[in-house]
């Protein structure tokens, strides 16, 4: 904490001066001590950038279509955070997607950062907000999230992202990812990946049919490999934030994304409450392992 406390004016500057040395330090902070970065990114000025959460099931192509979309960025900078699987027996990071956009790791418009997302019961990373800030307080114009695509992750990404794009792709058991609880609800745009799949235009009536009726959401084919529809793809995105900036939907979406925030800050406090409190000098800790091992010798297990 006081080694931390003597780099804040480091920290600041750097941040400041768009050092990516300190960017990174300042997302490693975020992660290890999230409530010391919360004060520090109150002393900074924030950019407004276009925060977008991809998300679809493992598979559909997230990754390769966030290196085609960077591809088109036409010297943007974008700050890209990916939340990964993580082992809660290591809570090691799977890395595979950041060699998968390795080619742009070095580009100097571009930051990619894996987050694990430890501890989130398959959700977000609890420094998800704090590592979104940073990205807005070093003046990205773009921040990415790509969820790692499974269970609450998945509409999680909805509570920080001002456009949520679904990826679904033909070859991944189409209609049931599409009829996931939730899924259809938090799409601001659809994404049909593989677009050189020809089973792409059956997925592509059969999501028109049913999304008919409900809020406009528009659906763009790609094939992230060779790039085909991510120009038109990153012009809508460009477009939508230009339009949900103008209209009030962005503010909404920030106070909704502050609010959130504060949740997982409220939620943070109480666990390390939960893990400090003892009865009788008996960690919970300890009350949950007697207990499972009263139950496995109960259950003669
Ligand atoms: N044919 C084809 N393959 C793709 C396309 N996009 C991604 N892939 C492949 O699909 C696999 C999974 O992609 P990945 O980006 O890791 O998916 P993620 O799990 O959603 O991030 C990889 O082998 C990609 O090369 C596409 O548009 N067409
Ligand atoms: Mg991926």
Redesign the pocket.
Known sequence: MSNTRMREDEFLEGIKSHDRRSLAKMLSLCEKDPETANVLLDKLEKKTSHVVGIT?S????????ISAILDKMNGKNVGVIVVDPSSPFTGGALLG?RV?MQSHATNEKFFIRSFANRGALGGLSPSIYEACDTFESFGMDNVII?TV?VGQSEIDVSNIADTVIV?LSPDNGDEIQMMKAGLMEIADLFVI?????PRSQILLSRLRAMTAGSKEVPIYL????TSEGVERLVRALDSRFFQILSDGTLSQKRRKRLLNHVKSMIRRELDRLVQSFEIDGISPKEMRDHIIEELCRKKRL
């Open positions: 679809g493992p598979g559909v192509g997230k990754s390769t279509l997607d998968r790509e695509g990826v990946n593989k677009s050189d799949n790609t094939n992230a490999v």
